[in-house]
């Protein structure tokens, strides 16, 4: 049978190493100005070592010629084989040694009609294995130390969700999250029924240039894609889904690993099988996130084109110290809301005695923003907090003290009662252009000081 997946593959190996063959360059450098919107702190220290020490070389050795997906539970390594007109079965490693150990290895796929193996992964009781057929794509489930079909956990949403390609596999127990190559993203659902949970959809592989997304792994903060093409992984926050590229794994095509599928780590290793080498690559993993928390947004004030925000220190900072602050906005309206559309204010705040506020000026009267803050710890960056909003005044707020006596009393209630339903700017303590309940509502609050 023809396999679509393979074709693709070797085309973009073609692809590859036509700029060295011909001497010209298939890729731009993202934008027209090679610019990126958003600023980039370096958030970690080059990353990542090759560790060639713990690499598997043995599987060329055992016929093990087109390496997928892989997948350990720290003593073997489980690596599904997806040879064009070959295996359909899952090979089996000392992670150790990288030797051999064919009493583990899964011979049942053929039989469950599971021709075309992709992405593995498993709780350590069951082992699901995607597979990418012409048609029918779905997601195969298999007792782990039996390696008996248990067709109850399968997963048979991805035809109809669209998901024609899939690739690396990953959950967290909860969520089963499907690379596919063709729609370059990741789609989601739920373990328990296989039904779809497009929330938690990574969308953002395409502009980030991840076009050939193939495995995939979680720390469950961080989402890795390794991409067949670029000889790269990328990294993104598991949520919402956005890029984070201070922990992208760079090195593959420095050590060779020009056509990475299958990645597995046990948080320290990165393991990255090469189904043209035949073996699977170790690297250091980049380390883990300084801010284990956002801060929290306590208050935003309107101002004149203007706002003012206030917020609380991260709860967990991996026991570092917070050396600054940084803040982003965008109109809550703006029709994409990418990263590199964000306005980004840095050192919003630095070490010291001050307080946690912090004013953005020159901004639109009268438009809503959507407003974020993070900690910065050394040279790393923490994750941005959840989004506020806050509609900046048209004109400046007025005061409840009309008639400046220093109080706000039923003197100025009185006088308060004879605008109403007017336009005058003196009673018009929000700066929507009229005096209404909104104002009588903040007039009310002031009253008695």
Same mark, same amino acid.
């Given at each position: ?10 085309? +973009?190996?073609?692809?590859? &190493? ?39 070389? /043995? ?7 087109? $390496? ?7 003593? /073997? ?126 969308? #953002? ?7 050939? $997304? ?72 980049? $380390?883990?996130?300084?801010?284990? /928390? ?32 940084? !803040? ?6 703006? $029709? ?6 964000? #306005? ?18 020159? !901004? ?10 993070? +900690? ?14 806050? /509609? ?9 003290? &009309? ?9 100025? &209630? &009185? ?35």
């Amino acid at each position: 049978m023809m396999h679509i997946v393979w074709q693709r593959r070797h085309i +973009a190996w073609i692809l590859v &190493f036509m700029p060295a063959i011909f001497g010209y360059s298939l890729t731009g450098n993202g934008g027209e100005d090679g610019s990126v919107g958003e600023s980039q702190k370096m958030t970690l220290a080059a990353c990542c070592d090759r560790d060639p020490g713990k690499d598997i070389n /043995t599987l060329g050795a055992a016929g093990n010629d087109e $390496p997928e997906g892989i997948w350990s539970d720290g003593t /073997t390594m489980w690596v599904a084989d997806d040879q064009f007109g070959g295996d359909e079965k899952i090979y089996a490693y000392a992670m150790a040694s990288g030797d051999r150990d064919p009493g583990k290895d899964f011979d049942t796929l053929d039989d469950a009609g599971n021709g075309e193996p992709e992405g593995i992964w498993s709780d350590g009781t069951t082992m699901w294995v995607a597979d990418d057929p012409w048609f029918g794509e779905k997601i195969f489930a298999y007792t782990l130390a039996t390696r008996a079909r248990d067709p109850d956990k399968d997963i048979n949403t991805l035809e109809a969700a669209a998901n024609d390609n899939p690739e690396g596999i990953w959950s967290d127990g909860s969520t089963m999250w499907v690379a596919d190559m063709s729609d370059e993203k990741i789609y989601a659902y739920t373990m328990a029924t296989g039904a779809r949970d497009s929330g938690k959809d990574i969308n #953002t592989l395409d502009e980030a240039g991840n076009d050939d $997304p193939t495995g995939i792994w979680s720390d469950g903060t961080t989402m890795w894609v390794a991409d067949g093409s670029d000889a790269r992984i990328y990294a993104y926050s598991l949520t919402p889904g956005v890029r984070d590229p201070g922990k992208d794994i760079d090195t593959l095509d420095d050590a060779g690993n020009d056509s990475p599928t299958g990645i597995w780590s046990d948080g320290t290793t990165m393991w990255v099988a090469d189904d043209f080498d035949h073996k699977i690559y170790a690297y250091d993993m980049p $380390p883990p996130s300084t801010a284990t /928390t956002a801060p929290t947004i306590h208050s935003l004030t309107a101002g004149r084109g203007s706002f003012t925000i206030t917020w609380a220190a991260p709860s967990s900072t991996g026991g570092s110290v917070v050396t600054a602050y940084d !803040l982003r906005y965008i109109a809550s309206n703006a $029709p994409d809301k990418a990263d590199a559309n964000w #306005t980004v204010v840095d050192d919003i705040w630095t070490t010291g005695s001050g307080a946690l506020s912090y004013g953005v000026t020159g !901004l639109t009267g009268g438009r809503r923003y959507d407003v974020q803050v993070r +900690a910065v710890i050394g040279s790393g960056e923490g994750p941005w907090s959840v989004a506020h909003a806050v /509609t900046t005044m048209v004109r400046a707020p007025a005061t409840t003290d &009309f008639n400046g006596d220093g109080r706000t009393d039923f003197i100025d &209630f &009185f006088l308060f009662a004879d605008a109403f339903g007017s336009t005058d700017p003196r009673f018009d303590l929000d700066g929507n252009g009229r005096v209404d309940f909104a104002d009588f509502f903040r007039f009310v609050d002031a009253f008695g000081t």
